[in-house]
């Protein structure tokens, strides 16, 4: 496999981070679907482009796998061939698409190297606020280059979670009936379920202990395979909400600390069943 220099990667995304930022803080709200639709592909097509050559250049037997409005396929022959042989790029240049067409300064990019179908390395930088989560499988999570954790909690009681949906989520009628099931269900047992930013990103605040946990219902793994592994690496559990192991194509999520998963799972279980 592929040995990747860890800080050199990093200063890629830090570059293209600092681009987007520019042109974040000198636009305008977007508020119509389908002008929102065009600024993404303007302003998000480039920013995953220059990342893809940038790495291509760095590292050449890496494959990159393109996320086409929330599919999952290799761009061509030549990097299907490669991720078949085990290794290639998960790149969103703008998790949070709404937020940042909206002006809403609650966005981040996430970057994560698949080996053999689980994440090996894993990036999420909140440009904006200039914080760059990290992990890498076996070595830890780290914020700015301090090593994080997750909090102590012992129970989702009393805690702080948050929530969010995947792109487009009202094409999958049986995940929106679920989300508002675990709403109505979680909302009675914590202090507060917020959707507080990006996908990505909220799961890096899971693996730093800034909220206790989060769940989403519906495919969302391309915002979410990096963060699943910073939260384990930052010593939680990223599952499905059945305990089954969390991975691309997985329909739901939820990340806590160990104690919490075990009692969050435990009420969203219920709650589903019933």
């Known amino acids: 496999m592929t040995a990747i220099d860890t800080e050199e990667v990093l200063a890629l995304l830090r570059e293209a981070g600092a681009d987007l930022c520019e042109t974040f803080w000198r636009s305008e709200p977007v508020i119509e679907a389908d002008e929102m639709v065009e600024a993404f592909r303007r302003i998000d097509g480039p920013a995953n482009a220059g990342l893809k050559r940038a790495l291509a250049r760095l590292y050449p037997a890496i494959g990159w796998m393109e996320d086409e409005l929330g599919g999952t396929e290799a761009e061509d022959a030549e990097t299907a061939a490669m991720a078949e042989r085990g290794e290639y790029w998960i790149c969103d240049a ?13 966005w981040s990019m996430s970057l994560t190297l698949m080996r053999e179908g689980v994440p090996a390395f894993a990036a999420i930088f909140d440009a904006v606020h200039d914080e760059m989560f990290h992990a890498s499988w076996g070595k830890g ?18 805690g702080m979670f948050a929530t969010s949906q995947p792109p487009f989520a009202g094409r999958d009628p049986r995940a929106v ?70 991975q691309l194509g997985s329909p739901h999520i939820a990340a806590a600390s160990p104690g919490a998963h075990a009692s969050m799972l435990l009420r969203l279980q219920e709650a589903l069943e019933a």
Not at 94 to 106: E, H, K, S, T, Y
Not at 145 to 154: L, Y
């Open 94 to 106: 703008i998790d949070g698409a709404v937020q940042f067409l909206r002006a809403i300064p609650n």
């Open 177 to 246: 009936r679920q989300a508002g099931v675990a709403l109505s269900a979680m909302l009675p047992d914590v202090v507060a379920v917020r959707n507080l930013s990006a996908t990505s990103l909220q799961l890096a605040y899971v693996a730093c202990g800034r909220i206790d946990g989060f769940w989403e219902f519906g495919d969302d793994g391309f915002n979410s395979i990096g963060g699943a592994l910073l939260v384990r690496e930052a010593g939680g559990l990223a599952t499905q909400i059945d305990g089954k192991p969390y």
């Open 141 to 158: 999570a780290f914020r700015n280059g301090e090593r994080i954790r997750v909090n102590g909690r012992s129970a989702h009681y009393q």
